[in-house]
């Protein structure tokens, strides 16, 4: 499976964003879909995820304020209302066949 993300950019704080993930190669293997991010110094951590049956979860600190979705090969994770601490890296991930395969990243930068 490869994964391609894009539509990070440059937001002001309280600006939207809308992120993209594109699958290729053996997608009909996969299962949960996820946003997980990484800021200068910090781990990487899930953001949100969505399974096959569309069941989604999100972290607190973005509850309310992002939504995740899918789309056949497609994921998206809108932003809103963002915030300076939303900076980050952001990478799409997909377990397929109880492996997790990871795309090269989207950076999202909010300025206050």
């Known amino acids: 499976v490869q994964l391609q993300a894009f539509g990070g950019g440059l937001v002001q704080a309280g600006g939207s964003l809308r992120l993209s993930c594109a699958a290729s190669?053996?997608?009909?293997?996969?299962?949960?879909m996820g946003w997980y991010r990484q800021a200068p110094g910090n781990k990487r951590e899930l953001v949100a995820s969505?399974?096959?049956?569309?069941r989604t979860n999100y972290a607190d600190s973005v509850k309310g304020r992002f939504t995740i979705s899918r789309d056949k090969n497609m994921l998206y994770l809108q932003l809103s209302s963002l915030k300076s601490e939303d900076t980050a890296v952001y990478y799409c991930?997909?377990?397929?066949?109880?492996?997790?395969?990871w795309g090269q990243g989207t950076q999202v930068t909010v300025s206050s």
């Open positions: 969505i399974s096959s049956g569309g």
């Open positions: 991930a997909v377990d397929s066949n109880s492996r997790l395969y």
């Open positions: 190669g053996t997608t009909f293997t996969i299962d949960d």
